[in-house]
């Protein structure tokens, strides 16, 4: 069993815990000395949270590394296997590297299971607090938020993004940037980069030579500047393929 399936499973069944009832501590013996000392249940407890705070959709929620295909089709391109192994080069080397990551690529090639691959490793493996957001329903919440019965505040909804030390932003782009948008990403941007935090981001729009037959490409899409820090805090990963969703099905 995996340590994510073991958490799960301990987390439906409310079991207690049988070495240290609960308390997260549990007696040590040492001849006749007795020490305590934090029991596994506790670091499990914490992955635990972090994973259900790091609001990662229900149906990425099985992604990670190892069920990643860095070969999924005869004769795919390379870029699928070299972007598994960045990803597992990025995860291994956090925190002592700290550099964001620029997934780009078409529809369905695993940009979002690589992006959520990262950050269940880095939870499950590291204990880091990390949080998924999709851009679009980032921009919604915050524009919910300034209607005068919304529940939450611009800030409540800001200050996660703006604080969790690591951040995956997926589809940016997929929306059109007005000036208020263009603001608000690039504030959180400057914002994480001056903190030191790392930033995960998946687009569709690509650089001007891998667009293809794309009608824009990213810095189009996003503006000049903002695509110019973006090459600052990012690493580039392009990843090009066929829709993975599509493949399964004809192949199933
Ligand atoms: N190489 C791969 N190995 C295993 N599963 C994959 C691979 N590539 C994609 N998938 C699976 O295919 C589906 C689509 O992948 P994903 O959602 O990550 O694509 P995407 O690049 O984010 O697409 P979009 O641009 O539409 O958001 C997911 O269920 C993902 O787990
Ligand atoms: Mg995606
Ligand atoms: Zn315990």
């Known amino acids: 069993m995996t340590l994510q399936e073991t958490i799960l499973t301990s987390q439906t069944r409310g079991v207690r815990c049988k070495d240290c009832g609960d308390t997260g501590w549990r007696v040590k ?3 006749p000395v007795e020490t305590v000392e934090r029991c596994t249940c506790y670091r499990m407890k914490r992955k635990e949270q972090l994973l259900l ?6 149906r990425y929620m099985q992604c990670s590394l190892e069920n990643y295909n860095p070969q999924p089709y005869p004769d795919c391109d390379a870029s699928i296997g070299r ?38 490793y880095l939870i499950l493996e590291k204990g880091i607090p990390c949080l998924f ?38 589809e940016l782009g997929a929306k059109v940037m007005s000036p208020w948008i263009r603001d608000i990403f690039t504030h959180i941007l400057i ?46 990963i392009v990843i090009k393929g066929k829709d993975y969703r599509k493949f399964r099905e004809i192949r199933n």
């Open 29 to 31: 013996h040492q001849g």
């Open 191 to 236: 914002q994480r980069y001056n903190n030191n935090l790392v930033t995960l981001i998946t687009s569709n729009w690509m650089d001007e030579e891998d667009r293809g037959i794309q009608e824009e490409t990213l810095e189009e899409r996003i503006g000049y500047r903002l695509r110019s820090r973006l090459y600052e805090m990012c690493k580039t």
């Open 83 to 120: 972007a598994k192994v960045l990803v597992e080069q990025f995860v291994k080397e956090y925190p002592a590297r700290k550099i964001g990551l620029l997934f780009m690529g078409g529809c369905g090639v695993g940009k979002t299971h690589l992006a959520v691959a990262a950050i269940k």
């Open 53 to 58: 705070r790091a609001c990662i959709p229900e």
């Open 133 to 170: 957001y999709d851009f679009r329903n980032l921009i919604k919440e915050l524009q919910n938020s300034y209607s005068r019965d919304s529940e939450y505040s611009e800030s409540d909804i800001l200050e996660p993004v703006l604080s969790r030390e690591v951040l995956v932003l997926d």
